[in-house]
Every structure is written in structure tokens, then in C-alpha cells.
């Protein structure tokens, strides 16, 4: 079966630097992408990876190692406002995305 | 620009009632799909469109239906509710569905529902 794996809950403080890890098992992959999911609202786009190593967005870098079927987000000088769930996604050989439960992460002062 | 938009917001069914999910994406978009989102489950897929006339099944398309007569509406219908179909949904869109890019989806709001 396909199976992705992220930690359900995590905690960090405010200025800090969290990295949240994403493991997958999936028939074939196309890519792997994270979404940002704020209480209540839909999930948005943050990052795709397509190949290994390491693609950085601002305060967001995302890492793919596909020979591990591995990937983490890292978020830096975290801000309140990053308090959300964070969503992985692989695309399989199918073009399907396959979704992970997604890691609720909350942010203390 | 509006996006996707869903509607209702919310809904409360009794068990046997049906309803339709409205969901409408003014990007031309060519991929348009329902999910669903249970607690402590990652989203998964009802059924999915890859044009105009074309649907097809997801993971969990039982007691759903689906068409899509334009490039623009694809509605859910629940055929006859049941508890089970309590839910969060999400009507999703893209440019298209086989892409060896970033192919992103954009979200409708959701649609709360439960069922009585």
C-alpha cells in the first residue's frame, strides 16, 4: 500500500527554527509537495521538490531525498502566524496525489 | 479573480436526505477534484475531472456522483446521506492533472457537513 508519515503535533517558540520530516512509501513518484493548512481554512501551496536536495522560499526551504523516501520542511524565525498544520503530498506514477494526516504545529511566545 | 468557490460553508443533513456541493473555478482550469478531510486522515480523493465530460473515481467515491458540463462547475452530489458522510470537503482545481512540474492545486474554502 502507499503510506506517508508525518508526526501528528509538534511545538516550537516563537524566533525559532522547526523542521517538520515526511516519510513516504508510494507506487512510483512524480514529486512531492507541502501545503500549509491554517484552523479551518483550505490548504495553500508552500513547495514542490521533484529532485534531491534542498529548495529554499524565504523563511521556508523544503528537502527531497527520494532515495530515502524522505522529505522535511523547515521553517525559520518562526512567526505566530505559522501556527497551522502542514500538509505533505507525493504524486505517485498514477499522477495521484497521495496525502499524508498532516503535522499540527503550534507556536509559543 | 475569484478562484474556486464552494458552496454552502455548512450544511446539516438528516440520514437518507440528499444535497448537491456547489463548486465553481473561473481559471480554466482543466483538472478540477473533491476531497475530503476526516481528523487524524490526510485528505483523500472522491472523484476527479481531467476536462469538460470527463470524470472519473478516487480513493472513496461510494454514495457520491459527480458531473461536469462545463470547464467551470463541477458539483457533488450526495446521493443519500449517511453519518459516515460527516466530513470537511474541498473542492480542488489545476491546470492539469499529469504535469512533471509543479502543478498546484488551488482550494475552495470547504464545505462543513454533517450528518444527522
Known amino acids: 500500500g502507499q503510506n506517508i508519515d508525518q508526526p501528528t503535533e509538534m511545538t516550537a517558540t516563537e524566533g525559532a527554527i522547526v523542521q517538520i520530516n515526511c516519510t513516504y512509501q508510494?507506487?512510483?513518484?512524480?514529486?512531492l509537495f507541502w501545503y500549509q493548512q491554517h484552523a479551518g481554512e483550505a490548504p495553500t501551496f508552500l513547495s514542490y521538490n521533484v529532485l534531491d536536495g534542498l529548495e529554499e522560499k524565504g523563511r521556508f526551504s523544503s528537502f527531497l531525498s527520494r532515495s530515502k523516501g524522505y522529505s522535511y520542511l523547515l521553517l525559520k524565525e518562526l512567526q505566530m502566524k505559522d501556527s497551522a498544520s502542514y500538509l505533505c503530498?507525493?504524486?505517485?506514477?498514477?499522477?495521484?496525489?497521495?496525502w499524508g494526516a498532516g503535522t499540527k504545529l503550534i507556536i509559543k511566545p | 479573480n475569484a478562484g474556486v468557490t464552494q458552496t454552502p460553508k455548512f450544511q446539516v443533513l438528516k440520514t437518507g436526505q440528499s444535497m448537491t456541493l456547489q463548486c465553481a473555478q473561473d481559471?480554466?482550469?482543466?483538472?478540477m477534484s473533491w476531497y475530503r478531510q476526516d481528523p487524524g486522515m490526510g485528505l483523500r480523493l472522491i472523484h476527479y475531472?481531467?476536462?469538460?465530460?470527463?470524470?472519473d473515481q478516487g480513493e472513496v467515491p461510494n454514495g457520491y456522483n459527480v458531473s461536469r458540463s462545463t470547464t467551470e462547475d463541477f458539483p457533488l452530489r450526495l446521493l443519500s446521506a449517511a453519518p459516515s458522510q460527516t466530513s470537511v470537503y474541498f473542492c480542488a482545481s489545476s491546470y492539469s492533472d499529469t504535469s512533471s512540474g509543479a502543478n498546484v492545486l488551488t482550494f475552495g474554502a470547504g464545505s462543513r457537513l454533517t450528518v444527522l
Open positions: 503530498a507525493v504524486r505517485d506514477s498514477n499522477y495521484q496525489l497521495i
Open positions: 508510494t507506487s512510483g513518484f512524480n514529486g
Open positions: 475531472s481531467v476536462g469538460a465530460g470527463i470524470t
Open positions: 481559471m480554466n482550469h482543466e483538472y
